[in-house]
């Protein structure tokens, strides 16, 4: 089945860098890559997602990119701050269209 | 609200006890999953329903799970006889066929 590496597991950077969390995914039949991002006891929220029809997709800070050929997929975050810090998951979803299969997470902590 | 909502969002119980969670999607979607995700992991795809019926299980969810869908709106999630290595947050979520999958804030299993 499929299954999805997400690195690194933890990430700090200083308000205004950029972050950067990568993810590979196993089952070359995937086809939609979302992010979500999860605050401290909150639900996990959809903050971007790509299909693989698109390389890369951009939305004001955030950004991510998709090779298909190599199956990893990438998230971008630009001009960081500090209400970025959050648990952000990655995870495909495979050509059958049934569950997100999410890798374990990347704690990004933004300084101020 | 018009989001996804669960209930409880809290449930502390002894080992052995049978306990039923509550899903409630957003109105028009027809498909509905649950996760399970436990702490310093992504969510697990446990089981998901399009309409009232249940397409597909993970491996994960043991004979002491069951849930059900009856008339394609709100989901049950029901443990029996809990072990303490069902202590996790359970998360359900909404989507319209293949489009974003909404969460709702979970409820969190504590099994003394």
């Known amino acids: 089945g499929e299954n999805v590496e997400q690195h690194p597991s933890t990430l700090s950077v200083q308000e205004g860098d950029s972050a950067v969390i990568k993810c590979t995914y196993s089952?070359?039949?995937?086809?939609?890559f979302p992010w979500y991002k999860q605050e401290l006891g909150k639900r996990p929220q959809l903050i971007i997602d790509?299909?693989?029809?698109?390389g890369e997709k951009k939305d004001q800070r955030i950004a991510v990119t998709l090779n298909k050929t190599a199956k990893h997929f990438s998230l971008h975050i630009t001009e960081t701050q500090p209400e970025d810090s959050a648990v952000y998951f990655c995870a495909a979803r495979n050509q059958a269209g049934t569950a997100l299969i999410f890798g374990k997470g990347t704690t990004l902590s933004v300084s101020s | 609200d018009t989001g996804v909502s669960q209930d409880p969002r809290h449930k502390i119980t002894k080992r052995g006890q049978n306990v039923t969670f509550r899903c409630d999607p957003i109105s028009e979607h027809n498909r509905l999953y649950w996760y399970r995700q436990t702490l310093g992991q992504g969510p697990e795809f446990l089981t998901y329903f399009q309409n009232e019926a249940q397409l597909e299980k993970s491996r994960l969810l043991s004979d002491r799970f069951s849930a059900e869908r009856p008339k394609g709106s709100f989901s049950t999630l029901e443990i029996q006889r809990t072990e303490q290595g069902d202590s996790a947050m359970y998360l359900c979520?909404?989507?319209?066929?293949?489009?974003?999958?909404?969460f709702g804030p979970g409820t969190r299993l504590l099994v003394l």
């Open positions: 790509i299909r693989s029809n698109v």
């Open positions: 979520a909404s989507s319209m066929y293949l489009e974003t999958q909404y």
């Open positions: 089952d070359s039949a995937s086809n939609y």
